[in-house]
């Protein structure tokens, strides 16, 4: 090809001893390959014929294009050799109608009339390779194969991979039949043919992210990344950089270049959870990626392109916020195109039996048993306040389950009480505080920290902040934080 040796792609065995090409390995490892070759010149097509008759691969050879179509049209095929110059048509252009209607096909273009110039134009418009005839190099044609047979598992395995997720995703994991939750499931399947940014409302453990997740997964993304970013538990410093990415030495500690979260996300989803607990200055960056579609890696002095849809979710009142210059106004209606509020535990009583069902037999399946509940339990279960919403509920099940040693739960089994924290007293309310916010917030922290045991996930969680936002508030109060290692 143009007096370039052929760079062996990964997966090819070469022996090192003899350099010879172990084609009966390879071409036993791969499944059976169907190829078409579309070729005026009825000796290419027995050329291929004879070379990879003996590995089990079929060779169907078509004379036009109009022939070659009707096949395309009536069978499946791993690999097309399409020649550019055809009685009925030119090839450059048949390859593109190929791929307009059958994308993940590849296609080598073969022309006597070659040039670098144009090997660069059928590549750009999506073929495989390119290869000049006469092809006399036999191992040429076989490698051209095992390449498109290696791209065709790829891709097998990466759709396979996704359909999985989609299934574990997919809108048909939420559960509930309460209004609430039924205008939500309708709003996400009208958002199923398109890209508006996304904003999630609702407490702690409410589902924002799995509800993300499934917006992504009933979208036109569906086969794209899937970026989840917490920016509450994202120190302050590096909240900028693990967003947008950095170059080599823009800083002390960048020894390497970082593309960031939206760059890793591109043609994808990123979702932006406990968006609230971004700093203001980080905040106008956000808002330029949202409104130019690129962004700008720390320490570099032009812009990259991004594709990336955003769907962002927080507990906390962005709208308040905006009033009180927390957070940026114009970021707030950026970000609040589709609004979907996901309604505590408590405001959907008519979910906690469906929810709790669900559980029972997703855990059961794990351990290859069947549970039930006793109907006093659900009475149980429904009564409850759940303050800590579905995850909670998804805990307490999960905890009945690995402690009880019979199938139907009663509610001794269930933990539905919180007991005081061990080795922590909570401390005493004072009965005169000082009339002032820091006083008010101080105590809260404290309280905080005392019933969560000294958890700071936990104690973040209780006070509807991020976790990064609570360490900053015990410092400027003076409160030593609990050692990390018992988080």
């Given at each position: 090809m143009f007096g370039r040796k052929a760079a062996w792609p990964a997966g090819i065995n070469r022996n090192i001893f003899t350099g010879k090409i172990e084609w009966d390995i390879i071409f036993a490892m791969m499944e059976y390959?169907?190829?078409?070759?579309?070729?005026?010149?009825?000796?290419?097509?027995?050329?291929?014929?004879?070379?990879?008759?003996?590995?089990?691969?079929?060779?169907?050879?078509?004379?036009?294009?109009e022939e070659g179509n009707e096949l395309l049209n009536r069978e499946a095929f791993d690999l097309v050799f399409l020649d550019l110059y055809l009685p009925d048509g030119n090839g450059m252009e048949l390859m593109r109608k190929v791929k307009q209607k059958l994308p993940d096909l590849p296609v080598v273009i073969m022309t006597g009339r070659g040039s670098v110039a144009l090997a660069v134009e059928a590549m750009k418009g999506g073929a495989l390779d390119f290869l000049l005839k006469p092809i006399s190099n036999q191992d040429l044609i076989k490698l051209t194969v095992a390449r498109a047979a290696q791209q065709k598992k790829i891709l097998a395995e990466n759709l396979?991979?996704?359909?999985?997720?989609?299934?574990?995703?997919?809108?048909?994991?939420?559960?509930?039949?309460?209004e609430k939750m039924q205008k939500i499931f309708r709003i996400v399947r009208q958002l199923s043919e398109n890209e508006s940014t996304v904003l999630i409302l609702g407490e702690s453990g409410t589902g924002k992210e799995m509800l993300a997740r499934a917006v992504h997964f009933n979208s036109p993304r569906r086969l794209k990344k899937f970026v989840p970013v917490d920016c509450g538990s994202l120190?302050?410093?590096?909240?900028?950089?693990?967003?947008?990415?950095?170059?080599?030495?823009?800083?002390?500690?960048?020894?390497?270049?970082?593309?960031?979260?939206?760059?890793e996300a591109d043609a994808g989803t990123?979702?932006?959870?406990?968006?609230?607990?971004?700093?203001?200055?980080?905040?106008?960056?956000?808002?330029?990626?949202?409104?130019?579609?690129?962004?700008?890696?720390?320490?570099?002095e032009t812009a990259v392109s991004v594709d990336v849809r955003v769907i962002a979710a927080t507990k906390r009142d962005l709208a308040a916020m905006a009033a009180r210059k927390e957070f940026r106004e114009d970021l707030f209606y950026r970000l609040n195109v589709v609004r979907l509020e996901l309604p505590p535990l408590r405001e959907k009583p008519e979910d906690i039996p469906l929810l709790a069902r669900h559980f029972l037999e997703e855990y059961g399946r794990k351990l290859g048993k069947n549970f039930s509940f006793?109907?006093?339990?659900?009475?149980?279960?429904?009564?409850?306040?759940?303050?800590?919403?579905?995850?909670?509920?998804?805990n307490c099940v999960e905890q009945a389950l690995a402690l009880c040693d019979h199938s139907e739960l009663k509610p001794?089994?269930?933990?539905?009480?919180?007991?005081?924290?061990?080795?922590l007293a909570a401390p005493a309310v004072a009965e005169e505080v000082p009339l002032s916010f820091e006083a008010y917030e101080k105590l809260a922290l404290e309280r905080a920290l005392s019933a969560s045991g000294g958890k700071i996930p936990e104690a973040a969680r209780m006070l509807n902040v991020g976790q990064s936002t609570l360490y900053r508030k015990l410092k400027a109060h003076g409160i030593k934080a609990p050692d990390s290692g018992k988080n």
């Amino acid at each position: 090809m143009f007096g370039r040796k052929a760079a062996w792609p990964a997966g090819i065995n070469r022996n090192i001893f003899t350099g010879k090409i172990e084609w009966d390995i390879i071409f036993a490892m791969m499944e059976y390959v169907n190829i078409l070759v579309v070729d005026d010149d009825a000796e290419v097509g027995k050329i291929f014929k004879l070379v990879l008759k003996k590995e089990g691969v079929r060779v169907v050879w078509a004379g036009t294009w109009e022939e070659g179509n009707e096949l395309l049209n009536r069978e499946a095929f791993d690999l097309v050799f399409l020649d550019l110059y055809l009685p009925d048509g030119n090839g450059m252009e048949l390859m593109r109608k190929v791929k307009q209607k059958l994308p993940d096909l590849p296609v080598v273009i073969m022309t006597g009339r070659g040039s670098v110039a144009l090997a660069v134009e059928a590549m750009k418009g999506g073929a495989l390779d390119f290869l000049l005839k006469p092809i006399s190099n036999q191992d040429l044609i076989k490698l051209t194969v095992a390449r498109a047979a290696q791209q065709k598992k790829i891709l097998a395995e990466n759709l396979g991979l996704k359909q999985e997720l989609g299934a574990q995703y997919g809108l048909d994991r939420l559960v509930g039949k309460s209004e609430k939750m039924q205008k939500i499931f309708r709003i996400v399947r009208q958002l199923s043919e398109n890209e508006s940014t996304v904003l999630i409302l609702g407490e702690s453990g409410t589902g924002k992210e799995m509800l993300a997740r499934a917006v992504h997964f009933n979208s036109p993304r569906r086969l794209k990344k899937f970026v989840p970013v917490d920016c509450g538990s994202l120190p302050e410093t590096l909240i900028e950089s693990e967003l947008f990415g950095h170059l080599k030495g823009a800083f002390t500690d960048a020894y390497r270049e970082v593309k960031g979260l939206f760059r890793e996300a591109d043609a994808g989803t990123i979702f932006l959870d406990e968006i609230g607990e971004l700093p203001l200055r980080v905040q106008s960056k956000l808002l330029r990626a949202l409104q130019e579609r690129e962004v700008r890696p720390i320490g570099s002095e032009t812009a990259v392109s991004v594709d990336v849809r955003v769907i962002a979710a927080t507990k906390r009142d962005l709208a308040a916020m905006a009033a009180r210059k927390e957070f940026r106004e114009d970021l707030f209606y950026r970000l609040n195109v589709v609004r979907l509020e996901l309604p505590p535990l408590r405001e959907k009583p008519e979910d906690i039996p469906l929810l709790a069902r669900h559980f029972l037999e997703e855990y059961g399946r794990k351990l290859g048993k069947n549970f039930s509940f006793a109907p006093e339990t659900l009475s149980a279960l429904a009564h409850h306040p759940w303050p800590g919403n579905v995850r909670e509920l998804q805990n307490c099940v999960e905890q009945a389950l690995a402690l009880c040693d019979h199938s139907e739960l009663k509610p001794a089994d269930l933990d539905l009480g919180r007991a005081p924290a061990a080795g922590l007293a909570a401390p005493a309310v004072a009965e005169e505080v000082p009339l002032s916010f820091e006083a008010y917030e101080k105590l809260a922290l404290e309280r905080a920290l005392s019933a969560s045991g000294g958890k700071i996930p936990e104690a973040a969680r209780m006070l509807n902040v991020g976790q990064s936002t609570l360490y900053r508030k015990l410092k400027a109060h003076g409160i030593k934080a609990p050692d990390s290692g018992k988080n």
